[in-house]
């Protein structure tokens, strides 16, 4: 799935629709490694064939029972699913904007070689989110709704095989929910902090920026002034330093966000 996805989405949000269970985005086409090897899966009767591939030669295939796809992370079809070591890909399965699910299943295959398939699976309805520089934690988002984007950030424990029961949330905040869309992502050269930007109202151009300790399993929850953006869905983060730029479709910075105190200008 593309830009289309996030512009469905997008536009379904602005005209009060319920048309997705929270705010996962769905499937990407690929997502590239370091190296330079991109990992791609298509689903089709009942079987996923998973590729790895450089220069549009593929090096190696692998195949799962089951529709599984690289899972998104931001409504524009950034792709996500590798660990930053680069040796560990994640596959979600497709969402379903209609329900929620009462299960949850995602696959986990060790990369470069796509060899030692091992399936995960969730009482609930879950979309991927990141994985810790480690390789330890998988960190999930749980859906809450199938007419409003609430959730909740979720650690689960890949050596011990379990999803902790605590919720992954900013202790400053009053509630851990949240409720938003991501429409943007920057991750530090480790990806020890993931900063995912979500707008929790498109109407009236509110935003936050979500940062994910992925290695502390800790979050903070980041306020922005309102934007007036002619384009919301293209607004963008860049990572420079230790500061994190939040810019509009035009190249406008709206905010710098100070990655150490989490100060916003």
Sequence with gaps: MTRLLGTFIAAAALAGAAAAAGPWPGLAQQVQAPSGVAYEAVAAKGVTTVKAVRNGAVLRTARVTGAFGVPAV?????AGG????????????PPDYRRLRTATRFVLLNTPGLTNARTIVLRGDFGYD??????????LIQHLSAGQANY??????LPRKRLLPRVIADKGEPRS????MPIA???SARGDWVYTLYTSDPETQALFVHALNTAGLAAHCIDLPRASTRDLFSTTLALGGRELAVRDVDGNTIARIDTRTFAVR
């Excluded at 990141?130 to 960190?139: C, E, H, K, M, V």
């Design 82 to 93: 590798l660990s930053p070591s680069g040796k560990l890909l994640v596959l979600a399965q």
């Design 74 to 78: 931001t409504t524009a079809g950034e």
């Design 152 to 157: 909740l950030v979720r650690a689960y424990d």
């Design 177 to 180: 929910r949240m409720s938003g």
């Design 130 to 139: 990141a994985i810790s520089p480690n390789g330890r934690w998988l960190y």
């Design 185 to 187: 992502r920057a991750t």
